[in-house]
């Protein structure tokens, strides 16, 4: 079964599949890397936008079950503004990216928590159902600032990380930009600006809310592998 | 049965091989060059397979930390990468190492999810042929490889053909080279593979459910050498296809 589709049916927010995230792109989580950043296997910190792909098998929409497979016990609970491209961006210049993005999102990127950022497994990202996409799409221009956004997570209710979109290595419009300097973005097409330091984890039978106040809250549960039943 | 998919006339078409060179499905014969190529299958998750030939691990042995491993090497790229039969891939202008790579390409037709070695094959449509560019000057050591390397517009090339997976006796027995303005430079032969195609549809399923279009570019033997503005680079595979490209520069993207 594939995860439960996500279609946001109202143009120009179809969806096209395509999700792409930066890693490390929170100042603070590349920070915390210290000095390691420059030791084998890095041997330099990061100099062009690192990304990772969420693969379609990961598209669900909020209210969905992620299942945690047999082999780990948790999985961290990314949380992470979600730009959903109106207007096809190839080699923007960071003055105009922002012009390219139809509206905003939330996403949800679960993933195996692994401590290796060399050449970790696709599987550590690309489970099924591992990439929750929601509630809505709000236009651009409804949101003054995305770079200043307060992100709240909770895990059963409870405040597990009180974040925000500012801090980033590359702001939303910089990172746009610097994407779609090797790779076109395509209406429809969703870039994460990123996930800040210290993303909770969670359990099977916990529930998770991430909440932006001018977009809402997109909800998920954690459910065992074989455990698989409706809510 | 063997089909393409080409724009002409003002629409897209199904082709199928002609001694002419190709026919529509509306009976039309045109010679190949006269029809745009577009990827031969509509492109849904595409999975590259790193290091999946034990000559090339040899050869990039000095470059990577590791030459051993236990798992499949992996990573994604998005469909927006991927251009047709004859198309043109750009060369940025400070690239000191671009490379192609001849890769099998195994097009998933049937929902896969923790499908059992002995069952992997029946998930397979069919085949083609990929020439999957890297360019090495922007790797970087942060989820190698960086998709900067990798994920680049018009440097993931599909086709000419889907040959549909009856037709190709065994998949894990065709010669593949690639020649640059003529010139062999690449060989191998799909035997090679150090993860055969059961084993890797097996170890994908396990984790990510597999789609029809999904496809699965299978790792390239050794044998890269630099390509240059100018170059027609032609990667083949008996019995799936023999794909043309042509390496642009810059100035024809007005940068």
């Not at chain 2, 790229?77 to 004859?86: E, N, S």
């Amino acid at each position: 079964m594939l995860a439960s589709p996500v279609a946001f049916d109202a143009p120009p927010y179809r969806l096209s599949g395509v999700v792409v995230g930066p890693l490390l792109n929170h100042a603070a989580a590349l920070a915390a890397l210290g000095d390691a950043v420059r030791e084998a296997p890095y041997k330099a910190a990061p100099k062009g936008p690192i990304l990772y792909i969420k693969p379609r098998n990961t598209l669900a929409a909020t209210g969905a079950a992620v299942t945690i497979p047999a082999t780990g016990a948790e999985l961290e609970i990314g949380a992470s503004l979600g730009m959903v491209i109106g207007a096809t961006a190839c080699r923007v210049d960071p003055r105009q990216a922002l012009a390219h993005v139809a509206g905003y999102t939330l996403v949800a990127d679960l993933s195996v928590p692994h401590d290796t950022y060399y050449r970790p497994s696709i599987r550590f990202k690309a489970l099924d159902g591992s990439c929750l996409i929601g509630p809505r799409v709000v236009a651009r221009a409804s949101l003054a600032d995305p770079d200043a956004l307060a992100i709240r997570i909770s895990v059963d209710g409870v405040e597990a990380q009180s974040t925000g979109t500012g801090g980033m290595v590359r702001s939303a419009a910089r990172l746009i930009a610097d994407v779609s300097e090797f790779m076109t973005l395509r209406p429809g097409d969703v870039l994460m600006l990123g996930v800040a330091l210290g993303a909770p984890r969670g359990r099977a039978g916990q529930r998770f809310a991430i909440e932006v106040q001018s977009i809402g809250t997109l909800e998920g549960r954690l459910v065992a592998e074989g455990e698989e039943t409706p809510a | 049965m063997t089909t393409a998919r080409v724009a002409y006339g003002g629409a897209l078409h199904e082709a199928t091989p002609h001694a002419g060179g190709v026919e529509l499905e509306d009976g039309r014969v045109l010679p190949e060059e006269a029809v745009v190529w577009l990827p031969p299958f509509e492109v849904g998750t595409v999975i590259a397979l790193g290091l999946n030939y034990a000559d090339h691990v040899r050869e990039l042995a000095r470059e990577l930390t590791v030459t051993a491993k236990d798992e499949p090497l992996v990573f994604l790229k998005t469909p927006g990468a991927v251009i047709g039969h004859r198309g043109f891939t750009r060369r940025p202008r400070d690239a000191t190492f671009m490379h192609y790579e001849c890769e099998l390409a195994v097009v998933i037709g049937a929902t896969a999810r923790k499908v059992a070695r002995a069952d992997a094959m029946r998930h397979v449509a069919g085949y083609t042929v990929c020439n999957d560019y890297a360019i090495r000057d922007y790797l970087e050591n942060w989820y190698r490889p960086n998709l900067r390397v990798k994920n680049r517009d018009t440097c993931t090339v599909l086709g000419p053909w889907f040959v549909a997976a009856g037709d190709i006796a065994d998949p894990h027995r065709l010669a593949l080279r690639t020649s640059v303005n003529g010139k062999v430079t690449q060989q191998g032969n799909t035997a090679d593979m150090v993860n055969d195609i059961p084993a890797l549809i097996e170890y994908l399923s396990g984790f990510m459910t597999l789609s029809a279009g999904d496809v699965i570019l299978t790792g390239t033997p050794d044998g890269v050498v630099n390509v240059d503005v100018g170059d027609e680079v032609v990667t083949e595979i008996d019995g799936v296809g023999r794909l043309v490209n042509t390496i642009v520069g810059d100035d024809t993207f007005g940068i």
